[in-house]
């Protein structure tokens, strides 16, 4: 590949966009997602646009999410958020409280034991502007503030 060209990997949604709204809970002007016009074209996928609340665990509102709509088999497409701290699979942690993360991988699929787990890949900087990325814990991850995301579908019952 030449040096004025690069390769991206894109997933587009039909029927929802994100835009920037006051937010009754936080007071903050914050991303969500609305329903948009769609371009009554025929989709191979279905994905939903998501927005997370404050306070309440990444993985286990993915999780909550999928079990509710009878989805088995979930990939992230992209995703931006806040979370409290950061604690990592491998044991690491980031103690300052805010952090803003970019999430690099993501699926929820069954465990081992059969109930849905989400796998979180992030990358983040917290607030003093300390940098890590890994694989998130799953149940010990609060959203801070809000966290956007799209969901594809690979495998579950219709919405």
Request: aromatic letters at 8%.
């Amino acid at each position: 590949m030449s040096p004025n060209r690069f390769a991206v990997d894109a997933f587009g949604i039909d029927g929802a966009m994100f835009t920037a709204e006051t937010d009754s809970e936080t007071n903050f002007k914050l991303f969500g997602p609305v329903r948009w016009a769609t371009t009554n074209a025929k989709s191979e996928s279905r994905a939903f646009a998501l927005r997370l609340r404050p306070n309440q665990d990444f993985a286990a509102a993915l999780e909550a999410f999928c079990r509710q709509r009878g989805i088995f088999h979930a990939r992230l497409h992209g995703g931006v958020g806040s979370t409290i701290g950061a604690h990592f699979t491998d044991g690491r942690n980031v103690v300052p409280f805010a952090t803003e993360l970019a999430i690099t991988s993501g699926t929820v699929a069954p465990g081992a034991d059969g109930t849905l787990q989400a796998t979180l890949d992030v990358a983040l900087v917290d607030y003093l502007g300390g940098l890590a990325e890994g694989r998130l814990m799953r149940g010990d991850n609060p959203v801070l503030m809000t966290m956007e995301l799209v969901l594809e579908v690979l495998e579950g019952a219709r919405a």
